[in-house]
């Protein structure tokens, strides 16, 4: 089964492949929002590609790492950004999707929570292959993508 996970921003959203039967990542790339749209059609630009997506690869399960309930600064954009792809998700023919905060996608990994961000931040590595070659952002999507397995 394919899963994605997805972390989005204001001008991208990055998504991950994962292959859970596998246990292996085959993809991460990204959706870049034209900066020439405005908010309506940027919105309805990453929705048509994510469900395209979704349909390429076959996607069963899903994760959208989603902006804290607490955070001290949000970023408008970035939640309108996440709420399409969630209705994104409820319009598409995937089994199950989830909607990851810190603490639900360390939960689904079955790690604890504190290790989370160390692993974002490239201090503590977790069985992926190019871990390290990642931006903090990729490997977001790419633990979504590895707890919508459990979604």
């Known amino acids: 089964m394919f899963a ?9 959203v990055i998504f991950a492949i994962y292959d859970t039967e596998d246990q292996i990542i085959i993809t991460v790339d990204e959706i870049k929002i034209p900066a020439a749209f405005a908010a309506p059609d940027a919105l309805k630009y990453v929705r048509s590609n994510l469900l395209d997506i979704l349909r390429e690869y076959n996607v069963h399960a899903a994760g959208v790492r989603a902006t804290e ?25 995937l089994r199950s999707y989830y909607i990851g905060y810190v603490s639900s996608i360390s939960a689904r990994l079955r790690m604890e929570r504190k290790d989370f961000k160390p692993m974002v931040d490239g201090d503590k590595i977790p069985e992926v292959e190019n871990w390290l070659d990642l931006n903090k952002e990729q490997r977001e999507a790419v633990l979504c993508a590895m707890g919508a397995e459990n979604a």
């Not at 994605?4 to 991208?12: D, N, S």
């Not at 939640?79 to 209705?87: D, N």
Request: net charge positive; aromatic share 2%.
């Open 4 to 12: 994605i996970g997805i972390r989005a921003t204001p001008k991208k």
């Open 69 to 93: 309930p607490n955070a001290k600064s949000t970023n408008i954009t970035r939640i309108q950004v996440e709420g399409v792809i969630l209705e994104a998700f409820a319009s598409s023919s």
